[in-house]
């Protein structure tokens, strides 16, 4: 699924390539999937969208939005697949959730194995959107300060939330999952497991600087190995700590990788380094 590393380099790419396209046929999935939401019908999307002009895109969170001026806002948001563009001539692909074909025969697609909401909106109103309304400060964000950290931190603390649970759970840091949390962690040395409410100083200020680091490094290698950006090309940062790091030894003190199951997904930890 992209995080926020991967959407800002999306994003980054569709900057260059996209904006100033001219909508010719806008549509919706052809390979129906009930986990992907839409807010409009199949007739609506295509009537709203034809003859629209690509805007600048923008990243809060795990959402991607792209404007269609004027009026209109595509959001792709939580997205578990791909966005791929073909530059033209391009041929429509065989399956997609959402397409949008422009003058020039240029293709912009998306499609997902897993779930994501793709909806347009009445430009303003992507704002009142679910987890986008009222998204707090991501690690991109200039707000996102030591001191803001350390208020996140206290809240956490009064809700029992694990260092696991303060990047994961309820979008406390928007924009991070599963996948970029293993690494978080391991820079910090600490256990998914360790109780927020614990945490020392030096401790916080570590988890700090783990996650701004990671999330920069991410988008400096163009997203993670196993994730693609907006050609097909995968990132180029490889995960400390993932399913293949087990079969190795930890990158720091050579010791064994352990993998266990927490909070609804998978977690690789080094018991050595991390406490």
């Not at 001219?22 to 409009?40: E, T």
């Not at 999330?215 to 190995?225: D, L, Q």
């Not at 030894?249 to 352990?258: F, K, N, R, S, V």
């Amino acid at each position: 699924m992209f995080e926020l590393p991967e959407l800002t380099v999306i994003a980054g790419q569709m900057r260059e390539a996209l904006v100033g396209k001219v909508v010719a046929r806008g549509a919706l999935g052809n390979s129906p999937h009930k986990f992907v939401w839409y807010n409009r019908t199949h007739e609506e999307f295509a009537a709203l969208t034809a003859g629209r002009t690509l805007g600048p895109a923008t990243v809060r969170g795990r959402w991607l939005l792209l404007p269609l001026e004027p009026a209109y806002v595509l959001v792709l948001g939580e997205w578990g697949g791909r966005l791929r563009y073909e530059p033209p001539p391009a041929p429509r692909p065989t399956r997609y959730h959402l397409s949008l074909d422009f003058a020039d025969g240029s293709v912009l697609s998306a499609t997902t194995q897993m779930w994501g909401a793709a909806e347009l909106y009445v430009q303003g109103e992507e704002g009142s959107r679910q987890y986008i309304k009222d998204m707090r400060s991501t690690p991109l964000d200039p707000e996102f300060t030591p001191d803001y950290f350390e208020a996140l931190v206290a809240e956490a603390a009064a809700l029992k939330k694990s260092a696991k649970g303060l990047l994961t759970q309820g979008q406390l840091v928007p924009g991070l999952g599963n996948s970029s949390a293993q690494d978080i962690l391991f820079r910090a040395g600490l256990d998914p497991r360790r109780a927020v409410a614990t945490l020392a100083p030096v401790q916080r200020r570590a988890m700090y600087g783990a996650i701004v680091d990671t999330v920069r490094e991410i988008i400096a290698a163009g997203g993670r190995y196993d994730e693609t950006d907006l050609y097909g090309a995968p990132g180029g940062y490889v995960r400390l700590m993932d399913k293949n790091a087990v079969a190795r030894p930890c990158p720091a003190c050579g010791g064994p990788i352990l993998q266990i199951s927490y909070l609804g997904g998978a977690c690789y930890l080094c018991p050595n380094c991390q406490g």
